[in-house]
């Protein structure tokens, strides 16, 4: 599926799945929070881009690594994967 799949409601429905990520009542774990994170970036911004962080910068690292475990996921498919992952928390 090309990024052209992006409809209108599926990209109201991940803007609602971020607003809704930020009220939830509980925290999730630091792995689900990276899983959110790399399905966002890859539903927001495609393929991962940039140098990966040095050995020092432990959490600007795994945040890469998560975004570049998705290389190659459609923009689409990573946000509805974003979407279900937000409303099964």
């Known amino acids: 599926m090309t990024d052209s799949a992006i409809t209108a409601d599926l990209q109201a429905a991940f803007d609602a799945a971020i607003a809704h990520s930020k009220?939830?009542?509980?925290?999730?774990?630091?792995l689900t929070l990276l899983q959110l994170y790399a399905l966002y970036k890859q539903g927001s911004s495609?393929?991962?881009?940039?140098e990966r962080p040095?050995?020092?910068?432990?959490?600007?690292?795994?945040?890469?690594?998560?975004?570049?475990?998705?290389?190659g996921t459609s923009r689409a498919q990573a946000m509805r994967d974003y979407i279900d992952r937000v409303h099964s928390l």
């Open 23 to 30: 009220t939830l009542t509980t925290r999730p774990d630091n």
């Open 46 to 50: 495609g393929d991962v881009s940039g």
């Open 54 to 71: 040095g050995m020092t910068d432990f959490v600007d690292r795994a945040k890469w690594d998560a975004w570049a475990a998705l290389q």
